[in-house]
């Protein structure tokens, strides 16, 4: 499966954005879905995961009750909605997918078969 993401930009403290992280070549279905981030001069870290069907989210603990990820399977796109964002939140988001066959999560960026290019978001103060 190939990936790409888009939606980022640059936003005041306080707004929202809203990612979405497109597929193509197979069914995204069958994939686990992690968004993750880097920041310059910092490790790429994880923000948000769901499962092959939308059953199962997690979350960072610092975007928790901010963030929320969702898919649709019949449109291959995968969504992170990013409300009262923060200039902590500043980095380049990666989508990243993991061929799943159960309920599995994608935490890690180690786990990921595949990435999509990245998307920078900017959040001023």
């Known amino acids: 499966v190939q990936l790409q993401a888009s939606g980022g930009g640059l936003v005041q403290a306080g707004g929202s954005l809203k990612l979405s992280c497109a597929a193509s070549?197979?069914?995204?279905?069958?994939?686990?879905l992690g968004w993750f981030r880097q920041a310059p001069e910092k490790e790429r870290e994880f923000v948000a995961a769901?499962?092959?069907?939308?059953?199962?989210?997690d979350y960072a603990d610092s975007v928790k009750d901010r963030f929320t990820v969702s898919r649709d399977n019949a449109k291959a796109t995968v969504y992170l909605q990013m409300n009262m964002l923060k200039p902590e939140d500043t980095a380049v988001y990666y989508c990243?997918?993991?061929?799943?066959?159960?309920?599995?999560?994608?935490?890690?960026?180690?786990?990921?078969?595949?990435w999509g290019q990245g998307t920078q978001v900017t959040v001023s103060s």
């Open positions: 990243a997918a993991r061929f799943a066959v159960s309920g599995e999560l994608l935490r890690t960026p180690r786990g990921s078969d595949t």
């Open positions: 070549g197979r069914t995204l279905g069958s994939y686990a």
């Open positions: 769901i499962s092959r069907v939308g059953s199962r989210t």
